[in-house]
């Protein structure tokens, strides 16, 4: 019973993460649409944050046009995670 709440508490932690790391994802999206000041340290962070699934998505061509596709497909990937960690948590318990 406490292993069972203990591990719903991981999981729900996680999934909180992920989805913070979304709304990054999303965030410095938005912010690369409007050219802002890449000396301001907000800017930086949302950047620096970020890189790490940009690198990974950087692997496969995300290009449409002029239109860059890897957030789009970062928050898809997260969200598939965040779904298959909720479902594995349900079969657990």
Same mark, same amino acid.
């Given at each position: ?17 992920? =989805? ?12 690369s649409?409007? =050219?802002?000041d890449?000396y $301001?340290?907000?800017v ?8 790490? #699934? ?9 290009r ?5 596709? #890897? ?15 909720? $479902? ?6």
């Amino acid at each position: 019973m406490l292993l069972d709440s203990f591990i719903i508490s991981v999981i729900s932690v996680i999934q909180i993460i992920i =989805n913070i790391y979304m709304w990054i994802i999303i965030i410095a999206a938005l912010i690369s649409w409007v =050219n802002p000041d890449p000396y $301001n340290p907000i800017v930086q962070t949302l950047y620096k944050l970020a890189a790490p #699934a940009y690198r990974l998505v950087s692997k496969i061509p995300t290009r449409i046009g002029a239109v860059d596709l #890897a957030p789009l497909i970062i928050i898809i990937a997260l969200q598939f995670i965040s779904i298959f960690i909720g $479902n594995l948590a349900k079969a657990y318990i």
